[in-house]
């Protein structure tokens, strides 16, 4: 009996957790989250902290732990890509850094910021990927998207395509063609 009441007392703290944090992020906006946990990210990395805790507790404080990997991955991946530092503000600055404007305008579009020669532009497909993904977490941690001012739609269960049509074809293409590399 004693398990049961337990575990009735934990479904029951996870229900108001929920609750607590659905009512706190209805009036977040992920991109003041997102912009603030890329503050914390370069702080974490500059001052030689471990990033993933750091990062994650920072995000904790708006209900939003689950996106550390999601964000420190996407921006590692940025630097890699991109080949330069990612410039963030001052953690107390309002103005936005050219780099966190277009990070918050690529995970909109899920599109790689506009540059003139990646230097590893093989990272362009992986980059899409993440950024689609961070997306995806911050609508399902936060309830709201990238660029979305009202009430999330009341299909939360809708699916989520990870391509658009054409990205679809392009891929299957590509997977064919390695196939027959491979097969030879």
Known sequence: MTGNTEQ???????TLSRVAVSSFTASTVPEAIIVDAVRCWRDA????FPVLPTLFARLETNGAGFLAPAIAALLALHEAWSGHRFQAGDRAASALTTDESQLLDSLETTTPPPTAIPLRPGLT???RIA?????ILVRRVLGRDIGEWEAPPAAEDAPMFFARDEEAAEMRDGYTVRQAQDAA
């Open 45 to 48: 990395l500059d001052s030689q």
């Open 8 to 14: 009735g007392d934990f479904r029951e703290e996870i």
């Open 131 to 135: 950024l689609r993904s961070t997306r």
């Open 125 to 127: 497909g992986p980059l």
